[in-house]
């Protein structure tokens, strides 16, 4: 019996707002409840609205730049950082820069849009 999984068909997240999520473990992936890890590009230009996960919410930029308003401080991270965003903390994700930024994101527990809480407008 093997005692890893090789994930070469990650679940493709629908979107309408250009960004490509994959997710290669998580709920919609495996089923897995404890954590989600995907692989994301976001385009130039994208947004999302105002959030607060109910997640820790890992983040590491491979290309790119990617615009975070955290509580209502601006951070910007570049390529090779990181960055941890406790669950329970009101964040903004966006990319108002002109290239897309390719990044992995990892939620423990894994991500889940009943656990999101958007302030939709």
């Known amino acids: ?29 495996d089923g897995n409840s404890e954590i989600s890890i995907a692989h994301m590009v976001a385009p130039a230009g994208w947004s999302e ?7 820790d919410e890992y983040t590491f930029i491979i290309k790119g730049k990617k615009q975070f308003i955290i509580n209502d401080e601006e951070v910007v991270l570049e390529a090779g950082q990181s960055i941890k965003i406790n669950k329970g903390t009101r964040v903004q994700y966006s990319n108002p820069f002109t290239e897309p930024c390719i990044y992995l994101a990892i939620c423990k527990p894994a991500f889940s849009m009943d656990l999101v809480n958007r302030e939709d407008t």
Request: hydrophobic share 35%; glycine share 6%; charged share 20%.
């Open 1 to 29: 019996m093997k005692t890893y999984h090789i994930q070469d068909n990650p679940f493709v997240v629908p979107t309408t707002d250009g960004k490509i999520i994959k997710e290669h473990f998580g709920l919609a992936s």
């Open 49 to 55: 609205p105002f959030q607060t996960p109910e997640f």
